[in-house]
């Protein structure tokens, strides 16, 4: 099976603009191929994880990756996916994301010898005319054809900035300049971004006569259609001062019975032979799918060691042995912890395991929390200094487990 036929059975392909040309490219090796991620925080996050898997799929067999980051486009931010407009970031604050980014894609895309090419799109964009690029780009855009687009129409009930306006035609200029130095033939990127990378094939088409390709990927989604990469804390980040190993590991080992096998195939290398196998395990093996789906996840993000901590401590907690030396700590200061002792309300808000006051009641009423192995039924009850230094273990309903220690 090729790379092509192995991209549709693992259920990533969603669009494509002309599917012989493209399985003819990427099969072959010939593929230049970009995608584009905007520099919106210090870390890459689930969200990014099946596009990363992408490249390193399409590198592996013999196509090259060019990983834009978007400096520039960053400025302006993407209005696909949103019902309000995007926080403005400085340039500071781009340019330190910029490096974060950089460390974190070396762990999927082999960036030596000329394997793949990492570019930042402020080189080009932020030196722009703007007369130039109305006269240059403008005519090549129709304004009844860009609202017609999902990406702005979901925008236009709130609002929809110029600034944002903006964007699929920044996205496009991107394809083109890439397509021109660089020999990038082809643009891969989320389902939600069509429309924008539509504009870029279309703009190489006009300015320069030339065909340029485009497919997108599916979203990573749960049964009930939400995305996925979320927990009541925020993100699942890749980067491990974020969302720790062992947090990343019991995401993963923690997701949907209807999600384990899609999630299998999109995202982790098993072979489809290995996959195919598991399918047809018994149903009573379920959680046997879920530690192989944890385990390959996290050591491809952070490394086999890490993977190992990671199942050896969920395994050890969930048995009742209480391993935690790789357990998600927060680390209390003194000052936070009264005389008379540190109330377990608060104590559950200063470790953020829970949104509320009111949140944290409601856990203590149903049963749901447990400080060293003892359920606590008082919503008054305290910990001292002395039990925090000693560390204490939270496990909170039957998945969460935390670790509190005082500086």
Request: aromatic share 8%; hydrophobic share 40%.
């Amino acid at each position: 099976m090729q790379i092509y036929e192995e991209l549709v059975a693992r259920g990533l392909i969603a669009q494509v603009t002309d599917e012989e040309e493209i399985r003819e490219l990427v099969n072959n090796g010939k593929a230049v191929f970009y995608i584009g991620f905007d520099p919106t925080a210090d870390s890459l996050h689930v969200g990014h994880f099946m596009a990363l898997c992408l490249m390193k799929r399409l590198q592996m067999a013999g196509n090259k990756p060019v990983a834009l980051i978007g400096g520039g486009t960053a400025m302006i931010g993407d209005p696909s996916g949103r019902s309000d407009m995007r926080q403005m970031m400085t340039v500071e604050t781009i340019n330190h994301n910029v490096e974060c980014f950089k460390k974190q894609m070396s762990r999927f895309i082999d960036f030596s010898e000329g394997k793949a090419m990492l570019v930042n799109n402020a080189d080009w964009l932020m030196n722009l005319n703007y007369v130039d690029v109305l006269r240059d780009i403008g005519p090549h855009f129709s304004v009844n054809r860009m609202l017609t687009a999902e990406c702005y129409k979901q925008r236009m009930e709130k609002g929809l900035s110029f600034l944002e306006f903006n964007y699929m035609i920044m996205q496009s200029f991107d394809f083109y300049t890439l397509f021109q130095k660089y020999g990038c033939n082809m643009q891969f990127g989320g389902d939600d971004q069509w429309s924008n990378m539509l504009g870029g094939t279309e703009l190489i088409r006009r300015k320069l006569g030339k065909d340029a390709y485009a497919m997108t990927i599916n979203l990573l989604l749960n049964s009930e259609g939400k995305k996925m990469g979320k927990t009541q804390k925020g993100a699942v980040w890749l980067d491990p001062n974020k969302t720790t190993p062992f947090e990343f590991y019991q995401y993963w080992r923690n997701v949907d019975d209807a999600d384990v096998m899609k999630c299998m195939r999109m995202l982790t290398f098993l072979s489809l032979e290995e996959i195919e196998e598991m399918e047809k395990w018994e149903d009573s093996r379920i959680n046997e799918k879920k530690e192989v789906l944890a385990y390959e996840l996290t050591s491809l993000v952070h490394g086999k060691e890490e993977a190992d901590k990671a199942k050896q401590a969920a395994r050890a907690l969930f048995s009742g042995e209480g391993d935690d030396a790789n357990m998600p700590t927060t680390v209390i200061d003194p000052a936070d912890v009264p005389a008379e002792g540190l109330g377990v309300i608060r104590l559950l808000s200063l470790c953020k395991l829970v949104p509320s006051n009111g949140e944290a009641r409601r856990l203590i009423q149903q049963g749901g929390l447990k400080l060293n192995g003892e359920t606590v039924t008082d919503m008054n009850a305290v910990v001292t200094a002395d039990d925090l230094k000693a560390g204490l273990k939270i496990k909170k309903g039957k998945k969460v487990f935390h670790k509190a220690v005082i500086e």
